[in-house]
T-cell receptor, first 113, second 107 residues
């Protein structure tokens, strides 16, 4: 099993550009999550999904969108990049309820200039 | 008050030392508790869950005090490879991550 994979590893965007961060898991997990981590800070939940076709907002959803058309994939979309979105983005998955162990992808480092 | 608050770091300790990290949480209805480890520029990985009775995994001991809303992690006989950031994580609906405490173990 590859676990949770994310692409790209690193990206530089100009203000106002759009991009999609890809996340795929091969563990047949129902729950998937997107977090951002700013330097010296904890992870903040952006969006999560409890299964295909179901998504919900987390703590910091503004400026982002998600979709969950399959169990495996959970892409995160940035429509109009802003410098405040410079961060490291982690995708994670867990088998069932949110209290289960979460498995994280390697992260995407995003710089918005 | 932050939902999950950890000791500010960094902790710099010599090899072989015992080090303890503390974490407090604000939601008394929280149900599950974890310690995750995050190496520099890498993803967090589960270190251990924290049970009400306390639990041990080798050199690592985790304690939970529900009355005081407090979690701790004790590392005995520190190794160089223990150098990382330790994240306290609390589940009360969703997982809430603390900001992390950095540990640096020196030779």
């Amino acid at each position: 099993n590859a676990g949770v994979t994310q692409t790209p590893k690193f990206r530089i965007l100009k203000i106002g550009q759009s991009m999609t961060l890809q996340c795929t898991q091969d563990m047949n997990h129902n729950y998937m999550y997107w977090y951002r981590q700013d330097p010296g800070m904890g992870l903040k939940l952006i969006y999560y999904s409890v299964g295909a076709g179901i998504t919900d907002k987390g703590e910091v959803p503004n400026g982002y969108n998600v979709s969950r058309s399959t169990t495996e994939d959970f892409p995160l979309r940035l429509e109009l990049a802003a410098p405040s979105q410079t961060s490291v983005y982690f995708c994670a998955s867990s088998r069932d309820r949110a209290g289960e162990t979460q498995y994280f992808g390697p992260g995407t480092r995003l710089l918005v200039l | 008050r932050k939902e999950v608050e950890q000791d500010p770091g960094p902790f710099n300790v010599p090899e072989g030392a015992t080090v303890a990290f503390n974490c407090t949480y604000s939601n008394s209805a929280s149900q599950s508790f974890f310690w995750y480890r995050q190496d520099c520029r890498k993803e967090p990985k589960l270190l251990m869950s924290v049970y009400s009775s306390g639990n041990e995994d080798g050199r690592f001991t985790a304690q939970l005090n529900r009355a005081s809303q407090y979690i701790s992690l004790l590392i005995r006989d520190s190794k160089l490879s223990d150098s990382a950031t330790y994240l306290c994580v609390v589940q009360g609906g969703k997982l809430i991550f603390g900001q992390g405490t950095e540990l640096s173990v020196k030779p």
